[in-house]
C-alpha cells in the first residue's frame, strides 16, 4: 500500500518560496502527473519526495510512514530522470542489475529480475551493449528498466521523454502507459507537456509559481479549468480567452457578441471557447473579423481572427478554405463558453 499523502509541503530558499503549500493525497497506484511551466516547482515537489530535498515545512507521507527524515535509500522510491544517469562502463545487463546489488537482493535472484525487467521494455538484444552504443530512447529504456527491477513502492519520474525526438515520445509515452498498468505502482510523474499529462494522468496537477492551480482527472481540467492560466495550458491549441463586458446575459467584445448568460453579474469579464467547440458560421455568427491566418493541419483548417483583445482560433473542416483578410464568421453557442473573473482569472461561470 503505497498511498503518499503530503500536507502543506513548503520549499523556501531565503525569501523565495519554490513549492507554497502543497497539499496532496496520491492514491495507491494512481499515476500522478505534476504538469507546470519551466521554474513552477514540479521539480522540486518531486525532490522532495525522494528525499533529495528537505521541505521548509510540511509533511511527506509514504505508505503511513512519515519519511521527511528519512533517507532517500530507505523510501523505498525509484527515480527515472530526463538525463537517464546510466553507468557508461556497465553494460545494460549490469545497469539494470546495480540496485539489486545496492540493495543487497540475493544474488540467485539478479537474473530472473533483470530479464524480467528487461522483457517489459523490450531490450533483451541489447543486454551486453555499453549506453554510448545506445539510441537516446533504448537508454531511456534502460533507465526504466533499472526502476522497474527494484520493485519500489513509488516511481518518480522527472521528464524521462524530454531527450527523445517527437516519434519516440509518442511510442515511449505509450510503452510507459502500458508499464504502469502492469505494474500498479504509484507513480509521480514531471512534465511542462500538457499532451504528455493528458495522455498519461490518472490526475493532474497544473502548477504555476510553486502553487497548486488545480488539481482533476485530464477531462475535468479540460473540461472545467478552474483558472484562465489552465485555459491557458491545456488544449492544443489553448483555450481562446478574450477580454469583454457582461451586460444583462449578453457577453460583447471586439469582434464578438455572445447571448443567453444567467446568473453572471454586469461587468468586465473574460470569455473562452475552445476552437474544436467552435463551427464556421453558413450565415451570421456570433463570431465576426477577418481572417487574420489559416493553417492546413491534415485533418482540419484552423483559422485565426482577432476578438476580445486577443488571437481566437476556431478548428473548420479538413476541405475548408479562406484567405488572409477575407471575412469570416463563426457559431460560438453560450454553451461552449466558458466564463472568468476578468481581475483574478478564476473560473466564474
Ligand atoms: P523545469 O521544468 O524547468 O525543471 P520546475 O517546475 O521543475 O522547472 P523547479 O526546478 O522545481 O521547477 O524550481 C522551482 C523554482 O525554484 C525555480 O524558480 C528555481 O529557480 C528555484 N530553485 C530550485 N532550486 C533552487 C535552489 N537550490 N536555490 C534557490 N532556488 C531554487
Known sequence: MAEIVLKDVTKRWGDFVGVHKFDLTIADREFLVLLGPSGCGKTTTMRMIAGLEDPTSGDIVIGGNRVNDLDPKDRDVAMVFQSYGLYPNMDVYENIRFPLKVRKVPEADHHDRVMKAAAMVELEEFLHRKPAALSGGQRQRVALARAIVRKPQVFLMDEPLSNLDAKLRVSTRAQIKNLSHELQVTTIYVTHDQIEAMTLADRVVVMKQGKVQQVGTPTEIYDRPANTFVAGFIGNPAM??????????????????????????????????????????????????????????????????????????????????????????????????????AQTGERVG
Open 240 to 341: 481562446n480567452l478574450m477580454e469583454g463586458e457582461m451586460r444583462d446575459g449578453t457577453f460583447t467584445g471586439d469582434n464578438i457578441t455572445v447571448s443567453g448568460f444567467s446568473g453572471v453579474a454586469n461587468g468586465p469579464v473574460i470569455c473562452g471557447f475552445r476552437a474544436e467547440d467552435a463551427s464556421v458560421a453558413q450565415g451570421e455568427g456570433q463570431l465576426s473579423a477577418p481572417v487574420y491566418s489559416m493553417e492546413l493541419l491534415g485533418d482540419s483548417t484552423m483559422v485565426t481572427v482577432k476578438a476580445g483583445g486577443a488571437l481566437a482560433a476556431v478548428k473548420a473542416g479538413k476541405e475548408f478554405r479562406t484567405q488572409i483578410g477575407a471575412p469570416f464568421a463563426a457559431d460560438i453557442p453560450v454553451g461552449i463558453c466558458h466564463l472568468f473573473d
